[in-house]
C-alpha cells in the first residue's frame, strides 16, 4: 500500500531552526510537495521536490532523497505565524497526492 | 495568480437536508478538480477526482449517490452533499490544476466549506 509517515507533533522556540521530516512509500513518484495548513483553513503551497537535493525559499527550505524515500522541511528563525500543521504529500504514477497526517508545529516564546 | 474561491464559506443546515458546494478557478482554466474532506485533528481525505465535461471518480468508501460532484465548465465544479446527515459535518476543500500545464501540477486550494449538520 501507500504510507506517507511525518511526526504528529512538534514544538521549537521563537527565533530557531526546526527540521521535519517525511518518509514516504509509494506506487511510483513524481515530486514531493510541502504544504501549510492553520488552523480552519485550506493548505498553502510550500515547496515541491522531484529531484534529489535541497531547495530553498527564504526561511523554509526542503530536502530529498529519492533513493530513501525521505524529505524534510526545514523552517529557520522561526516567527510565531509558523505554527501551524505542515502537509507532506507525494504525487504518485498516476499523479494523485497521497497525503500524510500532518506535523503540528508549535511554536513558544 | 491560480486563484480558487469556494462559496460558502460555512454553511449550517438541518439533518436531511442537501447542501451545494460550489469550487470556482479565477483566473485559469482547470481542466481537474479535486474534492476533499477534512475532519479534526487529521488530513486531507480525497473523495473525488473530477474532470470538465465527465463523470467524476470516486474513491474507495465514498457513496457517489450522495456526494454528487458536477464539473460543467472549466472553471466551476460543485458538490452536493444530498440528504445531510450529522456525521457528514466536516470542513471540505477543493483543488484544481491548471490545465495550460502549470508547473508540477500543482494543486491550488480554494478555502474550504466547514459544513455543520445539527
Known amino acids: 500500500g501507500q504510507n506517507i509517515d511525518q511526526p504528529t507533533e512538534m514544538t521549537a522556540t521563537e527565533g530557531a531552526i526546526v527540521q521535519i521530516n517525511c518518509t514516504y512509500q509509494t506506487s511510483g513518484f513524481n515530486g514531493l510537495f510541502w504544504y501549510q495548513q492553520h488552523a480552519g483553513e485550506a493548505p498553502t503551497f510550500l515547496s515541491y521536490?522531484?529531484l534529489d537535493g535541497l531547495e530553498e525559499k527564504g526561511r523554509f527550505s526542503s530536502f530529498l532523497s529519492r533513493s530513501k524515500g525521505y524529505s524534510y522541511l526545514l523552517l529557520k528563525e522561526l516567527q510565531m505565524k509558523d505554527s501551524a500543521s505542515y502537509l507532506c504529500a507525494v504525487m504518485d504514477s498516476n499523479y494523485q497526492l497521497i497525503w500524510g497526517a500532518g506535523t503540528k508545529l508549535i511554536i513558544k516564546p | 495568480g491560480a486563484v480558487v474561491s469556494q462559496h460558502p464559506s460555512w454553511v449550517i443546515c438541518k439533518s436531511g437536508t442537501s447542501v451545494k458546494i460550489e469550487c470556482r478557478s479565477l483566473d485559469f482554466q482547470a481542466t481537474t478538480m479535486f474534492w476533499y474532506r477534512q475532519f479534526p485533528k487529521q488530513s486531507l481525505m480525497l473523495m473525488a477526482t473530477s474532470n470538465e465535461g465527465s463523470k467524476a471518480t470516486y474513491e474507495q468508501g465514498v457513496e457517489k449517490d450522495k456526494f454528487l460532484i458536477n464539473h460543467a465548465s472549466l472553471t466551476l465544479s460543485t458538490l452536493t452533499v444530498t440528504s445531510a446527515h450529522p456525521e457528514d459535518s466536516s470542513f471540505y476543500i477543493c483543488s484544481a490544476t491548471d490545465s495550460s500545464g502549470g508547473d508540477y501540477n500543482e494543486q491550488f486550494f480554494g478555502p474550504g466549506t466547514r459544513l455543520t449538520v445539527l
Open positions: 521536490n522531484v
